[in-house]
């Protein structure tokens, strides 16, 4: 995996917005797959920017999101599809029939999941695909376990990640349960994959990406094994890392 170590969470985000105007620019038609939460914030204020000043268009890009919570309904704040409407989609010129996020109110979540992989499938996977981690290691809401899903799938969310996502949320029993999304063999069958972390808190977590092994109890160690991965950190996140 390419590590590019940032001074600052802003220079980080800037970095990533670039690459992912940059893909778009070379291929206007890119399919591309967003992540939600704290983590792409910045690269998708800056993604704004670079819309506002003409330098990049979304015109003709496709987008897939990772996930989305469940049960959820779409004008819920909480919700993934109103965090990209709200953070990205609202703000630049993409067109909304070629917005994909799992359906959070969807009454058959297992439909759901088999109608977005055919809908991934059908447009070849993805040209780039941005992730976050979690403090657990999760890359969408692939939760750390003995088996890892390959396609989109309904998962229960791990204590610790309900716990992490509560800060959200009024209330930690306010944090859906489970959530829909994409599977290890959606992100994989990504032409490039961008993974941001950022702060010190995820510093163990990055270490263990680095340490020279793969486990699916850390679902993101097994980004080692793609063959075009860029991991762009701030230097809290890559302190317990060698350069
Ligand atoms: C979000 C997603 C998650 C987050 C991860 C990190 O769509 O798929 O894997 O990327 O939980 O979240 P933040 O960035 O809030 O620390």
């Known amino acids: 995996m390419k590590?590019?170590?940032?001074?600052?969470?802003?220079?980080?985000?800037?970095?990533?917005?670039?690459?992912?105007?940059?893909?778009?620019?070379?291929?206007?038609?890119?399919?591309?797959?967003?992540?939600?939460?704290?983590?792409?914030?910045?690269?998708y204020k800056k993604l704004r920017e670079l819309y506002a000043s003409k330098f990049v268009s979304f015109s003709a890009i496709t987008a897939f999101n990772l996930d989305e919570y469940y049960p959820i309904k779409r004008d819920n704040p909480q919700s993934y599809y109103y965090f990209m409407w709200e953070n990205l989609f609202r703000h630049v010129d993409i067109k909304p029939p070629q917005i994909n996020i799992p359906?959070?109110?969807?009454?058959?979540p297992e439909m759901e999941c088999a109608d977005y992989d055919a809908k991934l499938m059908a447009a070849g996977g993805t040209d780039l695909q941005i992730l976050g981690i979690g403090n657990n290691g999760h890359i969408g809401f692939n939760e750390p376990n003995e088996k890892l899903e390959l396609m989109t799938n309904l998962v229960k969310l791990a204590p610790d990640t309900i716990e992490a996502n509560s800060?959200?949320?009024?209330?930690?029993?306010?944090?859906?349960?489970?959530?829909?999304t994409m599977g290890m063999g959606g992100i994989f069958n990504s032409k490039h994959i961008l993974l941001l972390i950022n702060g010190e808190g995820k510093a163990e977590i990055t270490k263990k990406i680095f340490d020279g092994t793969v486990t699916a109890t850390v679902p993101a160690s097994l980004l080692n094994l793609h063959p075009n991965v860029t991991v762009i950190m701030d230097k809290q996140a890559a302190g317990l890392i060698c350069d």
């Open 3 to 43: 590590k590019i170590i940032c001074e600052t969470y802003e220079e980080m985000s800037a970095v990533a917005a670039f690459t992912i105007a940059v893909q778009v620019q070379v291929k206007a038609d890119s399919v591309i797959g967003f992540a939600t939460g704290s983590t792409p914030l910045g690269t």
């Open 167 to 180: 800060r959200f949320f009024d209330n930690i029993s306010d944090v859906p349960a489970q959530a829909i």
């Open 103 to 108: 359906d959070g109110s969807a009454v058959d």
